[in-house]
């Protein structure tokens, strides 16, 4: 917090929502990787009737 404190009120707030947007988008990089990793099918993997 010392190097927000010695920049202009402005550009820490800036910060914090650039700081924010790179959150959000981790939790929703993170989210859509959870849904596809463990949606899947209801009844499991389709069989081969080979």
């Known amino acids: 917090m010392a190097l927000a404190r ?28 959870w849904w596809t990793m463990f949606s899947g099918r209801r009844h499991g993997e389709r069989r081969d009737d080979d």
Request: glycine share 8%; hydrophobic share 80%; aromatic share 4%.
């Open 6 to 33: 010695r920049l202009a009120p402005g550009k820490a707030i800036v910060m914090w929502v650039i700081l924010l947007e790179a959150l959000g988008a981790l939790a929703l990089l993170a989210l859509i990787v």
